[in-house]
């Protein structure tokens, strides 16, 4: 299948990176979002991400045109009904999800495949909502999303071999490195991932150590490009508070409770760099300047 429309939904962190990097992969994409503020600051960071990469020689002008010139911003769902593949790239909330999957079954076209971009929820009970649950998949990516070569293609019990053949297609496409990973929750990565960033709350709320120690422990002695706390901030501490919950609940782990420090952050807007305050403290650049020591105390 020639994939010439992509359609993505949702236009925060994660939905305007994949709209990005499909637009660098040559693929036309459309990014809908129900606000006109959403949709404008989508379109800002993209322009802005392609002026630096012009800026630094990784790109031409000329190029950043062409690819931006690929990208289009609506309020209009109805616009996905000639994509090929459409991604839900909304916050992480299972009530939200399913209701996007099914206002997406009733614009969409009948060929069309439907994927999550979902890090904890079932794609079997999201499948379920839909009248042809074969063609849902999952299609988990990382954060940043241009940068990460990682995709987590997600198979739900309904899951048919045209969607997943398709997500993986698209992909690869993208320049995506893919692994696959049966339907249980938090997939492969995070159910790793998640435990190591909790135990890095509960060290810092503890005062084992400071934020920067446990953040270059990691990076020079176990050689991780971002401690977990700067991973945190990078991704949306209100993200992995969700992804948490849901993980605890399902699973009934303990490793897998959210450290009360987590939710005392959310509670206080201290979110990471969307919120220019998380662990750390943010420019209005999103550069780090110092560690937050109002969660020290």
């Given amino acids: 299948m020639a994939i010439q429309k992509v359609f993505v939904v949702g236009s925060g962190f994660m939905g305007t990176g994949i709209a990005e990097n499909?637009?660098?992969?040559?693929?036309?994409?459309?990014?809908?979002?129900?606000?006109d503020p959403a949709l404008e600051r989508s379109r800002r960071i993209i322009e802005k991400n392609f002026a630096r990469r012009v800026s630094k020689g990784?790109?031409?002008q000329e190029d950043a045109d062409a690819a931006i010139g690929l990208i289009?911003?609506?309020?209009?769902?109805?616009e996905c009904a000639d994509a090929d593949v459409i991604i839900e790239a909304v916050s992480e909330n299972q009530q939200l999800k399913a209701k996007i999957i099914k206002d997406i079954e009733a614009n969409a076209a009948e060929n069309a495949i439907i994927a999550s971009n979902t890090s904890s929820i079932s794609i079997s009970f999201l499948g379920g909502l839909l009248k042809?649950?074969?063609r849902m998949v999952g299609m988990h990516f990382f954060s940043p999303v241009p940068a990460i070569p990682l995709m987590e293609i997600v198979r739900g019990l309904q899951t048919g071999v045209k969607?997943?053949?398709?997500a993986s297609e698209l992909a690869e496409r993208m320049g995506k490195k893919c692994i696959q990973s049966r339907d249980e929750p938090g997939f492969l990565i995070n159910r790793m991932l998640l435990p190591m960033l909790n135990e890095a709350c509960v060290l810092v709320e503890r005062h084992v150590g400071t934020i920067e120690e446990i953040d270059e422990g990691m990076k020079l002695g176990?050689?991780?490009p971002m401690g977990p706390l700067e991973l945190m901030d990078m991704i949306g501490i209100d993200v992995e508070l969700a992804v948490m919950n849901v993980l605890h609940e399902v699973i009934g782990d303990s490793?897998?409770?959210?450290a009360q420090l987590i939710r005392r952050?959310?509670?206080a807007g201290y979110l990471g760099r969307k919120s220019g305050i998380g662990f750390y403290i943010y420019d209005e650049d999103g550069k780090k300047i110092q560690p937050n020591t109002y969660i020290l105390k």
């Fill in 132 to 134: 042809d649950p074969s």
């Fill in 58 to 60: 990784r790109m031409t």
């Fill in 72 to 78: 289009s911003w609506t309020k209009d769902l109805k």
């Fill in 222 to 224: 176990l050689n991780h």
């Fill in 163 to 166: 969607a997943k053949k398709i």
């Fill in 265 to 267: 952050m959310v509670d």
């Fill in 255 to 258: 490793k897998y409770r959210p």
């Fill in 22 to 35: 499909a637009a660098t992969s040559g693929i036309r994409v459309v990014t809908y979002d129900i606000a």
